[in-house]
């Protein structure tokens, strides 16, 4: 991990396409000193209308759209952005686009992604067995607290992992389940996701400090 020694401080770029309740989540953490030696760089957005943009805005960090879709070359672009920004850590945090194993190399071990779903230590594999011993399905890509609940399962849960070419299938940083209620519909069982992700991404960047610090 590179940090500069005048600064000990672990540079975050964090990506985002939407609300950007975790990107909140972890400027909570670091504006409350609940994440120590954290910084953010760089908030980057997929999308114009993106909330998160705003929250960045509001406190003063450095943010920027990148017009994905239209954009020949996002990835160089995004690159770049990151490097100039001296980025040591790239949090996707709700970021809609796939980044290309060429993009990912430049960047080994130093992305990371939220998945709205309980995915396996090694990131591989079909099924995962909850903490009462049931096997269920690996939810993977868009969709994933629908594929939940359409699969009928009673628990799920989100999923912090180093980013791989393979969508949603890296190794694990932690993760945590969520019970599904009765009477759940997508939007209330993400809402009730999000309120453990908010810890997660906080848990897994604290994390990524500390064995930053003591490697
Ligand atoms: C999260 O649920 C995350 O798991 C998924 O996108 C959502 C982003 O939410 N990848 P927000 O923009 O941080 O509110």
Same mark, same amino acid.
């Given at each position: ?8 401080? =672990? ?10 309740s975790?990107? &909140?989540?972890?400027i909570? @953490?670091?504006?409350?000193?609940? =994440?120590?030696?954290v ?11 993106a909330?998160?943009? &705003? ?10 759209y990148?017009?994905?879709?239209? /954009? @020949?070359?996002?990835?160089?672009? +995004? $690159? ?8 040591? =850590?790239? *949090? =996707? ?7 290309? $194993?060429?993009? +990912? ?5 130093r ?8 995915l396996?230590?090694?990131? !591989? ?12 399905p690996?939810?993977?890509? /868009?969709? $994933? *607290?629908?594929? $939940?609940l ?8 989100? !999923?912090?992992?180093?980013?791989t070419p @393979? ?7 932690c993760?945590?389940?969520?019970a ?12 009730? /996701?999000? !309120? ?20």
């Amino acid at each position: 991990m590179a940090t500069n020694p005048d600064n000990p401080c =672990l540079r975050l770029a964090i990506l985002i396409s939407g609300s950007g309740s975790n990107l &909140q989540a972890l400027i909570d @953490a670091i504006e409350s000193n609940s =994440l120590p030696n954290v910084e953010i760089a760089l908030v980057v957005s997929s999308r114009p209308d993106a909330y998160g943009l &705003q929250r960045a805005l509001r406190h003063k960090l450095p943010a920027i759209y990148l017009p994905w879709k239209q /954009l @020949a070359g996002g990835e160089i672009k +995004l $690159a770049t952005l990151l490097h100039l920004f001296q980025a040591d =850590l790239i *949090v =996707l945090a709700g970021w809609m686009h796939i980044l290309s $194993a060429s993009f +990912l190399d430049q960047f080994p071990q130093r992305v990371i992604n939220l998945h709205p779903a309980l995915l396996p230590d090694d990131g !591989t594999g079909e099924t995962f067995v909850t903490s009462d011993g049931t096997s269920i399905p690996v939810f993977r890509g /868009l969709h $994933a *607290v629908q594929q $939940a609940l359409d699969a009928a399962v009673k628990v799920t849960g989100s !999923t912090v992992h180093y980013v791989t070419p @393979a969508v949603d299938a890296g190794p694990v940083i932690c993760r945590e389940e969520v019970a599904i209620e009765q009477g759940d519909n997508e939007e209330s069982l993400h809402q009730r /996701l999000k !309120t453990v992700e908010h810890r997660l991404i906080v848990e897994a960047v604290r994390a990524i400090v500390k064995s930053a610090w003591h490697t």
